[in-house]
């Protein structure tokens, strides 16, 4: 996403006297009982109430899974982790302020998220100033990574920032050759939420559908929060499109798709990962029926290395949807922690430890449950996989799975 992201944070519990300094580094000077075992916490951001939650709260329980997994496994000797998930509504302010509340903790190593890339832009440099590393499961507007002349001059704004999710400049790709070619679609209507993410991703459709030979017949704009669309349909079905494709997250989509249907415009709605959520199904009803999205990599249920992850998910009950965010979030936890582990040694957390997080992120290569972790000069993934998904009898079905080529 579409754009989106996640941060944990709990309060810290450590044995022994463990003193933190006020630049955030730490002195270990345990003697005696469980000396040398200290609790470092990952921070979660994400919109865990109200408008994308059930996507965010994907992320929260992934997050929470991996270090889970990783206490039980003693991944890093010593360590104890910790998660503490911070709800930031969507709202970029609120994303900012729990950056620089994450700072403040001093036993806070590493943050998964935000979700979406607009609240990124309000975190990244909070965190960069201070060297925390931070790692999005969502975010996939390119700027983030390769700065705001991305097309034509790439520069990485921050060294602190990475992401698992691959960006909307392959995502929007994806989706104009498989509407073209895949669909056969000649004539698109686009609309976006005016957001980050969704205006992102629906410029970069636009154009790479043009290059395609497609005609966009039409554009406009939605708010956030916007739930009578009577006006927008009627320009839609009128336009003479025999596809609608939308910017943004699945709150509007699923309501937008509804009423277009019910007024007789039976075109497919095709959007982002942002979109893709059992939510979008169970809201619009029949009128989900028929329309598209794209999303990172590969179904995870289909990936064996999830298998585990999966069961847990659903046997723990947690809300939200896994299926999106749920296992990049996992890959982006168990990155951090497996830095923490090359960085903290017997329990001792050195003065210069989320310095030397980051450049552990960044160096770090492993087989992760979404696939192969590990990031290129700019933080971005280098898995560049993607799927279309089609709802198909009431629910996601994948129709294409490959890499984005664009022209």
Known sequence: MRQRSLVILTSVLTTGALT?????????????????????????DAPLTGQNSATGLGIQYGAQIAVDDANKNKTVPGVTFKVKALDDKAIPATGQQNATQLVAEKDVLGVVGPLNS????????VLDTANLVQISPSNTAPELTQGKNWQTKKVRPFKTYFRTATTDALQGAFAADYAYNGLHKKKAFVV????????????????????????????????????????????????????LYYGG?????????KQLKD???????????????????????????????????VPVDTLPAAKDFVATY????????????GSYSYDATTAIIKAVGQVVKDGKIPDDARAKVVDAVQHNSFDGISGKISFDEFGDTTNKQLTVYQVVGGAWKSVKSGTANPK
């Open 20 to 44: 933190l300094t006020a630049c955030g580094s730490r002195n270990n000077d345990s003697k005696g009982g469980d000396s040398g075992n200290v609790t470092v916490t990952i921070g979660v």
């Open 118 to 125: 607009g609240v990124a832009t309000q975190m990244q440099q």
């Open 192 to 243: 976006d939420d005016k957001q980050t993410y969704g205006a992102g991703l629906s410029k970069i459709f636009k154009e790479q559908f043009v290059k395609q030979g497609g005609q966009v017949i039409g554009t406009d704009h939605v708010s956030v929060g916007d739930r009578d669309f009577s006006t927008l349909v009627t320009k839609i079905k009128n336009s003479g499109a025999d596809l």
């Open 249 to 257: 997250q699945y709150d509007e989509s699923q309501v937008l798709t």
């Open 263 to 297: 007024a007789g415009a039976k075109i497919p709605l095709f959007g982002g990962d942002g979109m893709f959520t059992p939510t979008y199904i169970k809201t619009a009803g029949k009128a989900a029926e028929g329309d598209l999205v794209t999303s990172i990599g």
């Open 314 to 325: 659903k046997a723990k009950k947690y809300p939200g949807d896994y299926g999106t965010y």
